[in-house]
């Protein structure tokens, strides 16, 4: 194995290599220090072999979250008076352990519940060690953003089924379908585009003469490269989808060799999708007929390698679950799959080498023999309970009740649908604890409030788990903890705090299949050296290496199948029932002419950040985003207050114009707002969950409620 390295001497001594851990976009960076090894500066490192330089704003200023004055720095508990009052943190961790030892003693294990936001999953050993926690614990209840979020494409390869060596590689692809789904601002990876420097992505995929077809009503950064760009009504993915896949059918554009050794239900499909004609199409969801032919042609037919990736905007919606299975059935049926002896891609460095086989992985659909939640029969998807239902099995008493929550890197108060309700539900545990640095809408509602050391303040590496979904080439990275904690603080790693837990209530935990000493803590360093002892890289050597390393490994190719009998599931009957239902709703809401989608923000990072200086010069808050035409036909000025009303709830705005959007939708993002009845802190913009139920609108199986293209009136205020 021959490797590049990437170390180039730091300036001096206050200048350190490191990486953000904020999103999966994982940048490069150079942390400069001052005389107290503060962060003064932030900057990207233009000698990172991935992200070239690249940072984006809210990267570049997360010094001033490590810097904020108004950062937790010492444990608090909460008071009998509803105030806060420090703690030592082994006093805290005594007593949090006391009382869920005392739930788990009267309820039982499933009592005691663990909820995982986005923060955690790019801390390696703190995302690592929540599920040793769980399964020493032996509670069902974990609870996590993916399922408000896109579990929709869980259920898709619970139905669907998914091809083990995986789709085409984005940077040999001819062609590539984005459907609600914006890399270019999210910087979300894991759906076939590599976000290390996006925006450079995409410009040397459309060098390389890559056909884009984007799909949103909204038009995004990301179709601004698009060659073809279709801009449905919101939430009519499932007939945009179906469309699509009628005119691939149709046509003979699929592959039907593929679909002969591999596929059940292809017969069933093409009559299923009959209806969906390009008229149909073009009346229901308003994309032009000669469009939609148009791009299920390019994609299809014009070219011959690609995918369809999609993002938020179906999987929030209405019909997620139909949306995704039918995207994803367009990959299937063009056979858009990775093939015996092709180059596997990234194998990975710190993780195990994985045997990628081109076969189906069928489906499982465990939800139909395995175990599940208590709320309206949700499934138990992936290990996962589903969150939507996370206040109901709060407040619905019963075996099973959850009396005790511990929230690690998320802030559930402000992102659960019916806030209302959340809020009322997370009052009324024995026992709420956040692992937070801020004092958010969740830590406000805490019995105890762990603040953690921040990202460069930590040791980390590159995320084992992600490798191949987040970097197109072998590549790993080692940081030290670049920045000092700040003075007079006691703050704590999220993996010590489950720990602790642990051997004041006489759990043994592991990692990676290795049983932790449960007397004396390791190091965070230590848990690396188990996590990647089977890197091909040393980790000593990636300590090092300050930059990464990005080592020229042989090739790994595709192994052949073991089991040639697996076949996807095209058209399972409850696939059926769903599609058939989309013909008997026209999907109109007369008392609810308008359609709120939920969209991102490029200066926050969901609920995260919203309350630091940076952030708040450039953006002030979570406007109503309208086309000017429409501002015009209700007579709404920008700037103006707008009332926002759907069937179960009410939220006021600021209007603002956005001439992107299609017309008849309004555009905000989640997550912003404070408590609804005004307590705790005052936070910025209002909560699009308080138009949301948690029961009504919601799928089968993993009970995803309508997020986004919810039908909504704009109502201007005096």
């Given at each position: 194995m021959t490797m590049t390295t990437n170390n180039d001497a730091s300036e001096d001594n206050r200048a350190v290599r490191s990486f953000c851990r904020i999103c999966s976009g994982l940048c490069g960076t150079v942390v400069e220090l001052d005389d107290?090894?503060?962060?003064?500066?932030?900057?990207?490192?233009?000698?990172?072999?991935?992200?070239?330089?690249?940072?984006?704003?809210?990267?570049?200023?997360?010094?001033?979250?490590?810097?904020?004055?108004?950062?937790?720095?010492?444990?608090?508990?909460?008071?009998?008076?509803?105030?806060?009052?420090?703690?030592?943190?082994?006093?805290?961790?005594?007593?949090?352990?006391?009382?869920?030892?005392?739930?788990?003693?009267?309820?039982?294990?499933?009592?005691?519940?663990?909820?995982?936001?986005?923060?955690?999953?790019?801390?390696?050993?703190?995302?690592?060690?929540?599920?040793?926690?769980?399964?020493?614990?032996?509670?069902?209840?974990?609870?996590?953003?993916?399922?408000?979020?896109?579990?929709?494409?869980?259920?898709?390869?619970?139905?669907?089924?998914?091809?083990?060596?995986?789709?085409?590689?984005?940077?040999?692809?001819?062609?590539?379908?984005?459907?609600?789904?914006?890399?270019?601002?999210?910087?979300?990876?894991?759906?076939?585009?590599?976000?290390?420097?996006?925006?450079?992505?995409?410009?040397?995929?459309k060098a390389r003469g890559m056909k884009i077809i984007v799909i949103d009503p909204r038009r995004t950064e990301t179709a601004h490269y698009a060659d073809l760009f279709l801009q449905p009504r919101p939430g009519e993915d499932p007939t945009v989808a179906a469309g699509l896949l009628r005119c691939i059918l149709d046509a003979g554009w699929h592959d039907a060799a593929f679909c002969a050794d591999h596929v059940d239900g292809l017969d069933a499909l093409r009559a299923a999708v009959e209806p969906f004609t390009p008229a149909y199409v073009a009346a229901r969801a308003d994309v032009p007929a000669d469009l939609l032919v148009q791009a299920a042609r390019m994609f299809a037919f014009e070219c011959r390698s690609g995918a369809v990736s999609t993002g938020t905007g179906p999987d929030m919606a209405a019909r997620s679950n139909l949306a995704e299975h039918l995207y994803q059935a367009i990959n299937v049926v063009c056979g858009r799959f990775l093939r015996e002896g092709d180059d596997a891609g990234n194998p990975g460095v710190l993780g195990k080498e994985k045997t990628q086989r081109a076969e189906v992985l069928p489906p499982r659909r465990t939800w139909e023999h395995g175990a599940r939640g208590r709320i309206r029969d949700s499934a138990i998807l992936f290990g996962e309970m589903m969150t939507a239902t996370l206040a109901d099995e709060i407040l619905t008493p019963g075996p099973g009740q959850i009396r005790s929550l511990i929230v690690v890197g998320g802030n559930p108060a402000s992102v659960l649908p019916d806030q209302r309700k959340a809020v009322h539900a997370l009052r009324e545990l024995e026992l709420l604890v956040s692992i937070e640095p801020f004092m958010t809408t969740t830590a406000a509602l805490s019995h105890y409030i762990l603040p953690p050391l921040m990202q460069y303040e930590r040791p980390d590496i590159s995320p084992p788990a992600f490798e191949a979904s987040y970097f197109a080439v072998p590549f790993a990275q080692h940081t030290p903890a670049a920045a000092a904690a700040p003075d007079g603080s006691e703050l704590t790693e999220d993996w010590y705090v489950f720990w602790a837990l642990a051997r004041r209530l006489g759990l043994q935990l592991s990692m990676a299949g290795k049983a932790l000493d449960m007397d004396r803590p390791p190091t965070t360093e230590a848990l690396f050296d188990i996590l990647a002892r089977s890197a091909r890289v040393p980790l000593d050597q990636l300590r090092a290496t300050p930059g990464g390393i990005a080592p020229r490994l042989p090739p790994q190719r595709v192994a052949p199948a073991r089991d040639r009998t697996a076949r996807f599931a095209l058209l399972p009957g409850d696939v059926a029932a769903e599609l058939a239902a989309v013909l008997d709703d026209d999907g109109t809401t007369p008392d609810f002419p308008f359609r709120l989608c939920s969209r991102r923000m490029r200066d926050v990072m969901n609920s995260a950040f919203q309350q630091l200086a940076p952030m708040r010069a450039r953006t002030a808050g979570n406007p109503a985003w309208l086309h000017p035409d429409d501002l015009a036909r209700l007579g709404i000025a920008p700037g103006a207050t707008v009332e926002i009303v759907s069937a179960h709830g009410r939220l006021r705005a600021t209007a603002a114009?956005?001439?992107?959007?299609?017309?008849?939708?309004?555009?905000?993002?989640?997550?912003?707002?404070?408590?609804?009845?005004?307590?705790?802190?005052?936070?910025?913009?209002?909560?699009?969950?308080?138009?949301?139920?948690?029961?009504?609108?919601?799928?089968?199986?993993?009970?995803?409620?309508?997020?986004?293209?919810?039908?909504?009136?704009?109502?201007?205020?005096?």
């Amino acid at each position: 194995m021959t490797m590049t390295t990437n170390n180039d001497a730091s300036e001096d001594n206050r200048a350190v290599r490191s990486f953000c851990r904020i999103c999966s976009g994982l940048c490069g960076t150079v942390v400069e220090l001052d005389d107290r090894r503060r962060i003064a500066a932030i900057r990207g490192d233009k000698s990172h072999p991935l992200s070239r330089g690249y940072a984006c704003f809210k990267g570049l200023q997360s010094g001033a979250a490590h810097n904020a004055p108004e950062r937790i720095l010492r444990p608090l508990k909460r008071m009998p008076d509803g105030s806060f009052a420090s703690i030592p943190i082994e006093q805290a961790l005594d007593e949090i352990a006391a009382g869920l030892a005392a739930i788990r003693a009267r309820d039982g294990a499933d009592a005691l519940a663990l909820y995982r936001g986005t923060q955690n999953y790019l801390n390696v050993a703190g995302f690592t060690m929540l599920y040793s926690w769980m399964k020493a614990l032996g509670s069902r209840a974990f609870f996590s953003t993916m399922t408000i979020d896109q579990s929709a494409k869980w259920v898709a390869m619970e139905r669907l089924g998914r091809w083990g060596a995986g789709r085409h590689h984005f940077r040999e692809a001819q062609v590539w379908l984005f459907a609600g789904y914006n890399p270019l601002l999210s910087i979300q990876g894991g759906s076939g585009f590599f976000t290390a420097n996006p925006t450079r992505e995409m410009k040397d995929a459309k060098a390389r003469g890559m056909k884009i077809i984007v799909i949103d009503p909204r038009r995004t950064e990301t179709a601004h490269y698009a060659d073809l760009f279709l801009q449905p009504r919101p939430g009519e993915d499932p007939t945009v989808a179906a469309g699509l896949l009628r005119c691939i059918l149709d046509a003979g554009w699929h592959d039907a060799a593929f679909c002969a050794d591999h596929v059940d239900g292809l017969d069933a499909l093409r009559a299923a999708v009959e209806p969906f004609t390009p008229a149909y199409v073009a009346a229901r969801a308003d994309v032009p007929a000669d469009l939609l032919v148009q791009a299920a042609r390019m994609f299809a037919f014009e070219c011959r390698s690609g995918a369809v990736s999609t993002g938020t905007g179906p999987d929030m919606a209405a019909r997620s679950n139909l949306a995704e299975h039918l995207y994803q059935a367009i990959n299937v049926v063009c056979g858009r799959f990775l093939r015996e002896g092709d180059d596997a891609g990234n194998p990975g460095v710190l993780g195990k080498e994985k045997t990628q086989r081109a076969e189906v992985l069928p489906p499982r659909r465990t939800w139909e023999h395995g175990a599940r939640g208590r709320i309206r029969d949700s499934a138990i998807l992936f290990g996962e309970m589903m969150t939507a239902t996370l206040a109901d099995e709060i407040l619905t008493p019963g075996p099973g009740q959850i009396r005790s929550l511990i929230v690690v890197g998320g802030n559930p108060a402000s992102v659960l649908p019916d806030q209302r309700k959340a809020v009322h539900a997370l009052r009324e545990l024995e026992l709420l604890v956040s692992i937070e640095p801020f004092m958010t809408t969740t830590a406000a509602l805490s019995h105890y409030i762990l603040p953690p050391l921040m990202q460069y303040e930590r040791p980390d590496i590159s995320p084992p788990a992600f490798e191949a979904s987040y970097f197109a080439v072998p590549f790993a990275q080692h940081t030290p903890a670049a920045a000092a904690a700040p003075d007079g603080s006691e703050l704590t790693e999220d993996w010590y705090v489950f720990w602790a837990l642990a051997r004041r209530l006489g759990l043994q935990l592991s990692m990676a299949g290795k049983a932790l000493d449960m007397d004396r803590p390791p190091t965070t360093e230590a848990l690396f050296d188990i996590l990647a002892r089977s890197a091909r890289v040393p980790l000593d050597q990636l300590r090092a290496t300050p930059g990464g390393i990005a080592p020229r490994l042989p090739p790994q190719r595709v192994a052949p199948a073991r089991d040639r009998t697996a076949r996807f599931a095209l058209l399972p009957g409850d696939v059926a029932a769903e599609l058939a239902a989309v013909l008997d709703d026209d999907g109109t809401t007369p008392d609810f002419p308008f359609r709120l989608c939920s969209r991102r923000m490029r200066d926050v990072m969901n609920s995260a950040f919203q309350q630091l200086a940076p952030m708040r010069a450039r953006t002030a808050g979570n406007p109503a985003w309208l086309h000017p035409d429409d501002l015009a036909r209700l007579g709404i000025a920008p700037g103006a207050t707008v009332e926002i009303v759907s069937a179960h709830g009410r939220l006021r705005a600021t209007a603002a114009a956005d001439d992107t959007l299609r017309p008849g939708m309004v555009s905000m993002s989640h997550g912003w707002g404070g408590l609804p009845d005004g307590a705790g802190p005052a936070w910025p913009g209002a909560n699009t969950g308080l138009l949301v139920s948690n029961e009504r609108d919601c799928e089968s199986i993993n009970a995803m409620p309508r997020l986004s293209a919810i039908p909504v009136a704009i109502v201007p205020c005096a």
